[in-house]
């Protein structure tokens, strides 16, 4: 790998000291910004960093101070699988230098997969950077910052093995109705392309007590999703030796009231047992969707990237997923390009693929990972063979995606509301959220959608802002609370699919006049949201968190996220 450009470092000989306030302590506290570059394991952990950073008595930058660079802490959490992930990092250094040459005082951490990787050479590379920490201490981070401020010298801090289970640590959620739950960490597969096991360690079981305390608390605090999380989720138990636990943790979940969507990711085709089938089709609130990596459809790539499944199996798990839950969703990783992949072995995968039927796939062109035993391997494909078979399952997916769409026209769905998942919510006056499939959906509200619907029609709720907004407009906190058929993030709307795109569901019922055209049912976590966006307009503690909202569509551990293709 190149080592990237760099800008010169900033000159900080002539800075004032640094400040010398301890977060927390005095009339402004020190803020902070954590911007994630990985998988959703990093989503994860970033909200424990976050978490961590209030209780050592920092306050989240507000989204103008982090769009004028004023966050006093900047943490970047970052991810070692894809190539160009190296250069994301340094170009996110190379941009925070020069704000600091601006600012002292201010602190840059690094954290993740490429610093538990790279680690004293990020300070060689950005000597403006003050903190390296690794996945193993996540929890060393604040002590680190003040070890750093104190010192004024970059403190590097990697640990070997896992210091303290994440999931103990301090939380900073970013959503109030959807939460993570750490089921493992670390994962005992050893795939050739993946540099998981090596900077994430050996997979870390939590006990299921554990567990359900923490979802049942999830629950509490509002959350009606919660979604299970491990880079292998079926082999959840092993280490504790049940084989079975992690059905039982889906049925257990199904025990928990208030509890109304169960999803989980990632499991593994070698692992993924019937009695996991079984467990989701009889627990109401597991939903019906899974994410099923499966990497090459040829059997001779899988035995390179060391996956014991074989097609055969993975098609059989397929068929029997969609005997006992007929509507599943099923979503896919694919790697096009491993080394060695022959146009034989790719024929092998568009089979496969065509067989499936995704519903979406996260599709990659293989890259080399330094660290990784693919890297090394002999047989790496030419950039433009892997591009052209990259485009042509890129067009059978988008095929098959538009395909699958289309036959959900028509669909009466229970979406739940989310915040900021449609770009365009403002535009169209349409707000999004989930079906129960994890379908991305945009639906419109009574006389509402379209960019020129009359704010005043008959239907249009009362209280509904008159210029485009999203769910990310504040002001739905004050009008949902007056008009009880405005939705809220964590509400429930049950709509029908009126048009249908590859990635994504219109539902304008709302506006058609069907007679399952709208219906909005309050949820406790709407009431959660509501609560936070007041606390928060209003200047209140907001001990929810708000910000940036989980990347949409399926989840990829191990993978950096990307849209589904
Ligand atoms: S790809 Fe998944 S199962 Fe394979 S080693 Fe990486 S994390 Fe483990």
């Known amino acids: 790998m190149s080592t990237p450009t760099l800008p010169a470092s900033p000159d900080t000989t002539a800075a004032e000291p640094a400040d010398a306030t301890a977060p927390g302590v005095g009339p402004e506290p020190r803020t902070y910004l954590v911007r994630t570059l990985g998988c959703q394991m990093n989503v994860h952990d970033s909200e424990h960093m976050a978490g961590m950073l209030e209780q050592a008595g920092y306050t989240r930058a507000s989204g103008e101070d982090e769009a004028n660079g004023q966050a006093d802490v900047v943490v970047i959490n970052t991810c070692a699988v894809r190539e160009n992930a190296a250069t994301r990092l340094y170009g996110n250094l190379g941009q925070l230098a020069g704000i600091k040459s601006r600012r002292p005082g201010m602190q840059i951490a690094v954290g993740g997969c490429l610093a538990q990787k790279d680690r004293g050479t990020i300070v060689e590379k950005a000597p403006w950077v003050d903190v390296v ?17 104190h010192n004024e010298e970059a403190e590097v801090e990697i640990a070997e093995s ?7 640590l301090p939380t900073r959620r970013e959503s109030v109705y959807a939460g993570w739950v750490s089921i493992s960490v670390g994962c005992n597969n050893t795939c050739t392309f993946c540099i998981v096991p090596h900077l994430r360690g050996k997979e870390r079981d939590r006990r299921p007590g554990e567990i359900l305390a923490e979802v049942e608390a999830l629950v509490a605090a509002g959350a009606v999703e919660v979604t299970l999380l491990g880079q292998n989720v079926n082999s959840y138990g092993v280490e504790f030796g049940d084989r079975g636990a992690f059905a039982k943790l889906l049925r257990a979940c199904g025990r928990i009231e208030g509890l109304e969507r169960v999803r989980f990711t990632s499991p593994h085709p070698a692992a993924f047992t019937d009695d ?3 467990a989701m089709a009889a627990t109401p609130n597991v939903m019906p969707q899974l994410h099923m990596p499966l990497q090459s459809g040829s059997d001779r790539v899988l035995r390179a990237m060391r996956r014991s499944y074989r097609s055969a199996k993975f098609l059989g798990i397929l068929d ?18 491993f080394p060695g992949e022959t146009e034989e072995d790719f024929a092998e995968t568009l089979r ?8 979406s796939a996260f599709m990659f062109q293989y890259s080399q990972r330094p660290g990784t035993p693919a890297a090394t391997m002999e047989g790496q494909l030419p950039k433009e063979v892997v591009q052209e078979r990259f485009e042509r399952l890129l067009a059978l997916q988008e095929r098959i995606s538009a395909e699958e769409s289309r036959a959900q026209v028509g669909r009466t769905l229970e979406v739940l509301v989310a915040e900021g998942s449609g770009r365009k919510d403002g535009a169209t006056h349409r707000l999004s959220g989930r079906a129960r499939d994890n379908r991305l959906v945009h639906f419109a509200l009574p006389g509402g959608a379209g960019a020129d619907a009359d704010p005043g029609a008959p239907g249009t709720p009362a209280n509904l802002p008159s210029e485009p907004a999203g769910l990310d407009d504040p002001r739905l906190a004050d009008a949902a609370d007056l008009d009880p058929d405005l939705p809220r993030p964590g509400d429930m709307v049950t709509v029908t699919v009126t048009h249908a795109a590859p990635h994504h569901l219109i539902a304008d019922s709302a506006t058609d006049g069907r007679a399952a055209g709208f219906a909005v049912r309050r949820t406790r976590s709407g009431d959660a949201w509501a609560a936070r ?22 989840v990829v551990l191990g993978m950096p996220t990307l849209g589904p293709r």
């Not at 920490?133 to 401020?149: K, S």
């Not at 496969?352 to 519903?359: A, I, L, P």
């Open 133 to 149: 920490f690794g996945t193993h201490n996540l929890d060393a981070l604040p002590v680190l910052l003040e070890r750093a401020r």
């Open 162 to 168: 896992l210091q303290v289970f994440p999931s103990t």
């Open 276 to 278: 996991v089938i079984e």
């Open 320 to 337: 029997r997923v969609r005997a006992a839950i007929p509507d599943a969703a099923i979503t896919t990783d694919i790697i096009v390009g």
């Open 352 to 359: 496969v693929v065509e067989e499936s039927r995704f519903s």
């Open 533 to 554: 966006e007041k606390a928060r307009l209003g200047g209140g503690d907001d001990h929810h968190g708000h910000g940036t909202p989980a990347p949409d569509g399926p």
